[in-house]
């Protein structure tokens, strides 16, 4: 079965360093979400590509978050520095409009001390 | 602001019992409406719909969209233990041109008990 790669799984970092989250979706996917998981919010959108372009990315705190889409393999989520409020789950999806459903990554489970 | 909202938040059934589970939402240009099971790790795709009134059936799961009243419901017949997991609700809305997000609601937890 195909599926979303996200590495590491799990980070414990300290306040101030910076964070880098990767992604490889679904190989023939145009478009990746980064999604953010916490008990308070629930599910967050925090940005999202098509076709690797950024479309939206109001759900991310621009001063310390960028996501980029180098390639169609990778996508990246960083966060520098990163804050004790930032620990969380942070999911992958990707799909393609239309499509039934998008295919999340196992998450990546970040704390910050 | 699109809006999803689900209800309850918990629920804790015997085996064998039948759920209702509640999506409710307040989005613009809709598209569609999901339903996602995560147990522990990644939420996985149960259901996508589009139309009013037309039941997607899975085994003992199914559920329908209502696009006047803007809900859906999942229902889940014979529960079984592993049934157990958070289940989300999510809307697709078009965010300009033939751009398509999703909005979630944060969940229901079931919990079935043997």
């Known amino acids: 079965d195909a599926r979303v790669t996200q590495t590491p799984r799990h980070k414990v970092t300290e306040m101030g360093q910076e964070v880098t989250m990767r992604c490889q979706p679904i190989l023939g996917h145009n478009t990746v979400f980064w999604y953010r998981q916490t008990m308070m919010q629930g599910l967050e959108l925090l940005a999202y590509f098509r076709n690797r372009a950024p479309l939206d990315d109001s759900g991310m705190p621009k001063d310390r978050f960028s996501a980029e889409m180098p390639d169609a393999t990778l996508a990246t989520l960083k966060i520098q520095p990163s804050e004790p409020r930032d620990s969380a789950v942070y999911f992958c999806?990707?799909?393609?409009?239309?499509?039934?459903?998008?295919?999340f990554g196992s998450g990546t489970r970040l704390t910050v001390v | 602001e699109d809006k999803v909202v689900q209800s309850p938040l918990s629920l804790v059934v015997h085996e064998g019992d039948t759920v209702t589970l509640n999506c409710s939402y307040e989005?613009?240009?809709?598209?569609?409406l999901l339903w996602y099971k995560q147990e522990k790790k990644a939420p996985t795709f149960l259901f996508m719909l589009t139309s009013s009134g037309i039941e997607k059936k899975s085994g003992r799961l199914s559920s329908i969209l209502d696009k006047k009243e803007l809900f859906s419901i999942l229902n889940i017949t014979a529960t079984q233990t592993g049934d157990s997991a958070v289940y989300l609700c999510a809307v697709g809305v078009n965010s300009g041109g033939s751009n398509y997000k999703l909005t979630f609601g944060k969940g229901t937890l079931l919990t079935v008990n043997p």
């Open positions: 999806a990707s799909g393609y409009p239309g499509s039934r459903g998008y295919t």
């Open positions: 989005v613009t240009n809709f598209r569609s």
